[in-house]
Structure formats: C-alpha cells, structure tokens
C-alpha cells in the first residue's frame, strides 16, 4: 500500500555520489517533512535524515536530504562499502484522517 | 538508555487474535507518540497506527482499521496492539516505535525502535 515511490535499486563505486528519489503527492510529501531510514537485514530500521533535510547525531555529513514540490531526494557522497542497505523515505499523509506512509525501498549496492 | 521490547508474538491461526506488548524504558514515556509498524518478509515497513501521548488521539492504516486497535498505559510504560480476525497476510515481524517529539503531532519521526516480535497467522 505504499504510496511513496522509490526506484528499486541504485548502486555506484565507493566515493561516488548516489541519489535516491521518493515520489509522493500533494497529500504526503507536499505538505509534510520527509525522513529517511537505512535499513540492514535483520534488523529494525534505523533514522537518517528527519525532518527532511536534518541529520541525527552520529549520521555523517556524507548524507543529505531534500525535497521540492511533491518529491524528495537522498544523497549519499563518497559512497562507502558499509552503506550497501535498503534505503526508505516515510512521511504522514493528510488525506483520510491521517496516517504514515513509507516508500517502496530502494536496494542501494557498493559496486 | 532508551529500551523498547516487544512482547506477545508467536503462532496464531487465521481468524485467531493476538495482543502485543512493547514495555518502555529509559524515556518518560508519557511524553511521547508511539508508533507500530510491521514488516512482511521480504517486504518493507508498513506503519500501522500510532497514538498521541495521552492516548487522545490515534490514527490507523485505513486496511487495518476495525480489525487492530492500539492503545498504551502510561502507568506501566506499555504499548500495546490488539490484533483481531488475523490473516495471512498479517505475518510480519511487528516494531513498536518512538515518535522523537521533534514535530508536534503525528510524523514518521522514529527515533527508537524495539527490536520486534514475530507473528505468524497459519493453520
């Protein structure tokens, strides 16, 4: 049921630059901030980025956050062995009476 | 620290219910909107519901609404979901999350998580 569309998979060589797209509508990302949560098999997701651009302590600046209009962006510079995970945007959604919403992932993979 | 375990997992048949648990420690726990979501194997997380820090004010995942209900004793720093007429699509490992408070309100701002229980609805 996931109204957050992400592309399935994005990958580069370690100290590349990757993006990660999250495309969401007028009702969820328009209106909402954004956060971002990596993944490893396994285990519990853990936060990236919240509100849509700010990062937690202990998250490098190697990651950042964005967003314009209806859609969001992941990057991650100088692309580690270590930052091979699946990656999720998640915002709330206004329509209805409200309610959270994820991405569907995208598989990010260290060539 | 801040502890979040679940509890009340396990085998249950199709039709059957389920109560889980999350006991909270190292936060006061009062002061923050909790969240469940689950995740189906192989697939990615899907919020569930969340509820506000009194326990005023709760929101559902439209498919899920009627059947799951969330709710919380501050008293005991518990969070609970009751799972009713369990399907086999409901098999998912189920986290209860923290709401970091940073907003005001309901977001996807989760800034702990348990580590999750299991739930298998299988004759």
């Known amino acids: 049921q996931s109204v957050l569309t992400q592309p399935p998979s994005a990958s580069g060589t370690p100290g590349q630059r990757v993006t990660i797209s999250c495309s969401g509508s007028?009702?969820?990302?328009?209106?909402?901030?954004v956060y971002w949560y990596r993944q490893l098999p396994g285990t519990a997701p853990k936060l990236l980025i919240y509100?849509?651009?700010q990062r937690p302590s202990g998250v490098p600046d190697r990651f950042s956050g964005s967003k314009s209009g209806t859609s969001a962006s992941l990057a991650i510079s100088g692309l580690r062995p270590e930052d091979e995970a699946e990656y999720y945007c998640?915002?709330?959604?206004?329509?209805?009476?409200?309610?959270?919403?994820f991405g569907t992932g995208t598989k990010v993979t260290v060539l | 620290e801040v502890q979040l375990v679940e509890s009340g997992g396990g085998l249950v048949q199709p039709g059957g219910s389920l109560r889980l648990s999350c006991a909270a420690s190292?936060?006061?726990?009062?002061?923050?909107?909790m969240s469940w979501v689950r995740q189906a194997p192989g697939k990615g997380p899907e919020w569930v519901a969340n509820?506000?820090?009194?326990?005023?004010?709760?929101y559902y995942v439209d498919s899920l609404r009627g059947r799951f209900t969330i709710s919380r004793d501050n008293a005991k720093n518990s969070l609970y979901l009751q799972m009713n007429s369990l399907r086999a699509d409901d098999t998912a490992v189920y986290y209860c999350?923290?709401?970091?408070?940073?907003?005001?309100?309901?977001?996807?701002?989760?800034?702990?998580w348990g580590q999750g229980i299991l739930v298998t609805v299988s004759s």
């Open positions: 509100k849509t651009n």
């Open positions: 509820i506000k820090k009194d326990g005023s004010e709760r």
């Open positions: 007028s009702s969820n990302i328009g209106p909402n901030y």
């Open positions: 190292g936060f006061s726990f009062n002061n923050y909107w």
């Open positions: 998640a915002a709330w959604d206004d329509s209805l009476s409200g309610w959270g919403v």
């Open positions: 999350a923290r709401d970091s408070s940073r907003v005001v309100g309901a977001t996807m701002d989760f800034d702990h």
